[in-house]
C-alpha cells in the first residue's frame, strides 16, 4: 500500500511563494506519473500540474508561469512550487500517483493553502 503525504501549505499574502511537497512511502514516483490537484470550497477537484515518469510536465493554463512541479526521485518527493500566488489558488492541494500497471490512484490526504488579498 502506497502512502503519500503532502506538507508545506500555509497563509501567504497574495504575491507571495509556498513549496509543497508530497513525500512517498516507497519508490513510485520514479516510474508513474504524478499529480498535484486543488479543490476550492463548493467546487470540483481539479488538475493543477503533472510530471510524467520522463519528466514531461504540464500546468493548468490558471497557474502556468507561476508554478512548478518536479520530483526528486532519490528522496520519494514530488513539489509544486507557488510563486506570485493569488487569492484565487486558494485550495486544498493534493498529491497524486497512478501505478501504471495496476491503474490504482492513490491520494494524499491534502494541504490547506490559503492566499489573503
Known amino acids: 500500500q502506497v502512502q503519500l503525504v503532502e506538507s508545506g501549505g500555509g497563509l501567504v499574502q497574495a504575491g507571495g511563494s509556498l513549496r509543497l511537497s508530497c513525500a512517498a512511502s516507497?519508490?513510485?514516483?520514479?516510474?508513474?506519473?504524478v499529480a498535484w490537484y486543488r479543490q476550492a470550497p463548493g467546487k470540483e477537484r481539479e488538475l493543477v500540474a503533472a510530471?510524467?515518469?520522463?519528466?514531461?510536465?504540464n500546468y493548468a493554463d490558471s497557474v502556468k508561469g507561476r508554478f512548478t512541479i518536479s520530483r526528486d526521485n532519490a528522496k520519494n518527493t514530488v513539489y509544486l512550487q507557488m510563486n506570485s500566488l493569488k487569492p484565487e489558488d486558494t485550495a486544498v492541494y493534493y498529491c497524486?500517483?497512478?501505478?501504471?500497471?495496476?491503474?490504482?490512484?492513490?491520494w494524499g490526504q491534502g494541504t490547506q493553502v490559503t492566499v489573503s488579498s
Open positions: 516507497g519508490n513510485i514516483f520514479s516510474i508513474n506519473p
Open positions: 497524486n500517483v497512478v501505478r501504471v500497471v495496476t491503474g490504482v490512484s492513490y
Open positions: 510530471i510524467s515518469s520522463g519528466g514531461s510536465r
